[in-house]
């Protein structure tokens, strides 16, 4: 655990949050030119844990996530992955760690490779009968609670990694 030398006062704890859209041109030089700041939500429950299918580059099965807003906490970007992508309410249950992912050009959709710094959370719902609904980058999910071939490299290297019980 980090723990800051500053008094609480002096900190920007409350930040206004900026999610503003970033016009297109100017969003692929940023991707171009640095890494972008995500954060991931691994949803686990009794039946393993949620993929989503996503439906823009790259299209694999894989869990949500999405970069991080300009003054946004890093556990309030979780609920907000799971609360705008799957439609559900979460309890964040563990950061797990950070993650580098690097994508090439012909992954993106902006025609430069991609280089993600993702922070990681082990996440639950909050209403043990939730339903799941997807936003418009995902088209489907299932759950794993197993290794499967096929799995994209960075799904089977976190799935070992962080020890899902599968």
């Not at 723990?3 to 999610?19: G, Q, T």
């Not at 970033?22 to 940023?30: M, S």
């Not at 700041?37 to 580059?57: F, H, N, Y």
């Not at 980058?137 to 197993?146: I, P």
Request: overall charge negative; glycine content about 6%; hydrophobic content about 35%.
């Amino acid at each position: 655990m980090v723990v800051s030398i500053f008094p609480p006062s002096d900190r920007l704890d409350n930040m206004e949050i900026d999610d503003r859209y970033v016009p297109d041109g100017l969003f692929t030089e940023f991707l171009d030119q640095m890494p972008q700041v995500c954060v991931e939500v691994i949803l686990e429950t009794e039946d393993g844990v949620l993929l989503c299918k996503r439906e823009t580059k790259p299209r694999v099965w894989f869990w949500p996530g999405s970069r991080l807003y300009k003054g946004e906490q890093l556990e309030s970007a979780a609920n907000r992955v799971a609360r705008e992508e799957l439609g559900i309410e979460v309890r964040v249950l563990e950061q797990l760690g950070v993650q580098e992912h690097f994508w090439e050009v012909h992954e993106t959709n902006e025609g430069v490779s991609r280089h993600t710094v993702n922070i990681v959370y082990r996440v639950s719902p909050t209403n043990p009968d939730f339903t799941v609904d997807l936003d418009k980058q995902h088209s489907d999910y299932r759950f794993v609670s197993e290794i499967e071939p096929g799995l994209h490299e960075y799904v089977r290297e976190y799935l070992l990694k962080y020890e899902f019980g599968i």
